[in-house]
């Protein structure tokens, strides 16, 4: 095990959150183990600013239980504590074990036929939980108390020659949790990193084995890839390493296939991507629009030819392709709702009818259906001027733009936690 010293990293303690610095005083004071993992020390030690702080530990949960007060056990496949303090949550989960270990047969561990890990709380050391995390990177361990670093497994070395690495046998580590693959993907993207050859070559292996994961968990995992401000560079990731399938396979066999469609969705990602860096909002509807509008446009063509009247066949297209796309990521229907009120708004677009424009511009999906638009005849589409005449359009009525009210069957989006998707 090596230890960096404080002289050898750049994590200040001034960037740590002083909740999480707490909790570990607080389980340190009661004879435990407790440091701070994963993508925060990652994040500080490459100067970023961490989304959230996780503490490990060996105290087990009836133990931190007895520490903390306000306290909540989440997941079952892995279980997390939740300890908060004051407003914050930190996750404190204790360390996990390998599953050939006497514990694990105490139903702490179960996995399926194909070796996919369905549950994951047998105990270990901390040397046990440094070896069942994804990356070498993401299994650095800080003690805000002395300002070490714990590298058990060389992440420090992985961080300075900026490399991805799976923790032991990509393949093997792949066939237990598939979603490690998207996580590879998505930190490659974000930081910008190579991956490393066996890591990379595993992939190639395994990718299918992302048609055993649930759906629910793809859809979080899908936010995770397109909503954090690293869309673009993670979807072309996806796409050199035929992963973007697992999400979307409809679509994704059009966008690789066809460079007008991967000139679409790439500018989509990267105005999503330019509006999370400047602070604006960002829907997943609006994304999920322009990634599946290839699908969208190859089943409305195949149905328009069959006889179906124009609006009406981009209204069954659009049934269709949600539907499908759900069977590998489950959109839920706050989102699937607007995603085809903005494809139904596409044609009635192209149509500039009139006495319609003024209900067009007050539609509420209005500007997210504009945007889609201006995508359509950028990446050559023949929609020779539309874009100019919704632009003159919204200078004469700008008080109109998206201000019709909410359809009676639409429910006010439900907040939900985000969900955290880990696994072994
Ligand atoms: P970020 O929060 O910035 O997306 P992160 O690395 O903190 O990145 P989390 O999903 O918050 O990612 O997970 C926290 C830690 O849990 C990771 O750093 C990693 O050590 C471990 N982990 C998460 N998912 C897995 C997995 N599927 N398999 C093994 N270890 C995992
Ligand atoms: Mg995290």
Known sequence: MSRIPKSDHAIHPQHVNPAAIRIVKRLRDSGFEAYIVGGAVRDLILGGQPKD????????PEEIKGLFRRYRIIGSRFQIEHVRDGREVIEVTTYRGPHDSEDSLKNASKRSDKGLLLRDNVYGTLEQDAARRDLTINALYYDPLDETVLDQIDGGRDISARLIRVIGDPVKRYQEDPVRMLRVVRFAAKLQFDIEADTEAGIGKCAALLTEIPPARLFDEFL???????????LLLLLEH?????????????????????????????????????????TPAFLLAALLWPALQARGNALAQQGEPP?????????????????????????????REIWELQPRLERKQPKKIKDLLAN?????????????????????????????????????VGTAPPRPDDRPPRRRRPRRNRNP
């Open 311 to 339: 609006l009406q066949a981009v209204h069954s297209a659009g049934q269709q392709v949600i539907a499908e796309t759900c069977l590998h990521m489950a959109i839920p229907r706050r989102f699937s709702f607007p995603v």
């Open 242 to 282: 035929g992963l973007l399938h697992c999400l979307c396979p409809e679509a994704a066999s059009l966008i690789a296939s066809e460079p007008q469609y991967r000139t679409l969705v790439t500018s989509a990602m990267a105005n999503t991507d330019q509006r999370v860096k400047d602070d604006r909002p960002v």
């Open 224 to 234: 995770k890839l397109f909503m954090a401000g690293y869309g673009k560079p993670t």
């Open 364 to 400: 509420r999906r209005f500007r997210a259906a504009y945007d889609l638009l201006l995508l359509r005849a950028e990446s050559g589409e023949p929609l020779e001027g539309i874009g100019e005449f919704w632009d003159q359009q919204q200078q004469k009525h700008p008080e109109l």
């Open 53 to 60: 702080f996780d503490v490990a530990t060996n105290a087990k």
